[in-house]
């Protein structure tokens, strides 16, 4: 039963009864599993450029960003806390014990000199505590340490996002991943004139610390790349959360009665991208960066898969103003459909039976939609989705980058094919937006609403169930035109924990 407050409630963010209503019966339905054709594999679907290829594709960028017409944005999902990756040391600062016990707390401690923000927490527990951090360890005062990195009072490590956190020190200076980003964009996004576009999603709450910390350092990025910074940010949408629900399938309400909403997961943020103004957008994690000493692999590679990007949509481009202009032949329709199927990795089973006309009508959806290519690294048991070969509701076969809850285990043969997996998914795209006309595409149009899924959590020691948006890089690009390209594991050096910042990627 929806009442007077629901609907101001609906209103408010944007969000009609109808698709409450949807949200609602998702829950009853369920998703089903996607349906494999097989995991992608250097051998069938993802692409190892050999070096002539691949000069050709970095020169294709280079000449792509040197058209004045062209606008390019680096786009970095940032929002959130990042409370997980403090969750061992929060456990220890809650722990019966005083002494650092698991082999995590007791490494985070034997290595906090090597920490990039070792300064700032040194400094905060001189100002707390009136003694530094060595004078607080050797009195056994762990959790004394940890309270000043974590806490409000202290540098509000546990509550501050990835993005502004320190992760890399320099012989002169010490940076965060928002920084980091800053120097890759000057350093794979430049355009002709010097102007970096970069554009980061964050919460509504940490926003106003996000401009501070950009308004206090870009000038002297500014100054040492010699480019012109365009950093801009959005958050979530209202209009993209969604409502919780009990066991039952019935909405999930608060103690005061109203309905709970709940952010969708990132695959609410298509509608962030949806928004950017630009021709070709590179997507990224804020927690991937790596210091200056290791970014030449990551500058190349983002280069590499902007210009197999810019060579294939090229193509493409062209044979839309074919068909378009209706001068084709039957020869003509052959080669496009090979470049579907081969370039673009896209079959369809039923092409064989398709008049001229129909093959035409075809090959044109295929060809007319959003292009992504995405960067693939050889598994070695980092977590993250997988590339596949997955059907599509139009009976199509095309890349799709799957999660493992995406797949059905307890099929025999759909878990081989997850366990034959050979590489896994660093979120490294490269995205182009608009079609050969210029205009921009409506993104929402291609996502494809039944891979989203359903997970458990509580409020106020209620048990309820969160619906998750397909996400931004899997069923919110379903179908979109997708090419995977192998790039080496140097370019993925994510921070899901403090103790990552010690691997020697981030030292």
Known sequence: MITENDKNLLNRKGISEEKLNAQLACFAQGFPFLKLAGAASVEKGILVPAAEAEA???????????????KVVKFVPASGA????????????????????????????????????????????????????????????????????LDADGLNYGALPKGLLKFHRYEAETRTPLEEHLVEGALYARQDDG?????????????????????????????????????????????????????????????????????????????NLNDIEADVVF???????????????????KQLLAGVLVTLQQKAFGYLRKLDSGKYSMDDLREMLQFVQKDLCTKNPDTKMLEDTELAIYLRKKLNRPMRVCGMVRNVGEPGGGPFLAYNPDGTISLQILESSQIDMAD??????????????????????????????????????????????????KELKALELPGLWNGAM?????????????????????????????Q
């Open 412 to 461: 025999p043969e759909k878990k081989a094919m997850f366990e034959k997996g050979t590489h896994f998914n660093p979120v490294d795209l490269v995205c182009a937006v608009k079609d050969y006309q210029g205009h921009a595409f409506n993104l929402p149009d291609f996502v494809d609403p039944q891979t989203g899924f359903i997970s458990h959590k509580s409020k106020d020691g």
């Open 56 to 70: 050709n594709y970095l020169a294709a960028w280079k000449a792509y960003t040197a058209e004045p017409a062209h």
């Open 195 to 271: 102007c970096v576009n970069v554009h980061f999603t964050v919460s509504p709450e940490h926003r106003a610390l996000f401009e501070q910390l950009v308004a206090e350092v870009v000038p002297a990025y500014e100054q040492k790349y010699g480019v012109h910074y365009n950093v801009s940010f959005s958050e979530q949408k209202p209009s993209t959360d969604t409502v919780a629900a009990n066991a039952d399938n019935t909405p999930f309400r608060k103690a005061d009665g109203s309905l709970l909403f709940r952010p969708g997961g990132h695959g609410a943020l298509i509608e």
């Open 283 to 301: 997507v990224k994690n804020i927690d991937n960066v790596v210091p200056d000493r290791i970014k030449d692999d990551t500058v190349r590679y």
């Open 478 to 506: 379903s179908n979109w035109s997708t090419v995977f390209v192998e790039v080496p594991l140097s370019t993925f050096n994510p921070v899901k924990t403090v103790n990552d910042l010690y691997r020697e990627q981030h």
């Open 82 to 149: 990042a409370s997980r990756m403090f969750k061992d040391m929060f456990a220890f600062a809650d722990a019966p014990y005083d002494v650092p016990t698991t082999s995590f707390e007791q490494t985070f401690f034997a290595r906090i000199h090597d920490a990039a923000f070792y300064t700032d927490l040194n400094a905060a527990c001189q100002r707390l505590y009136g003694k530094d951090i060595d004078t607080l360890l050797a009195e056994g005062q762990y959790k004394t340490v940890v309270r000043a990195m």
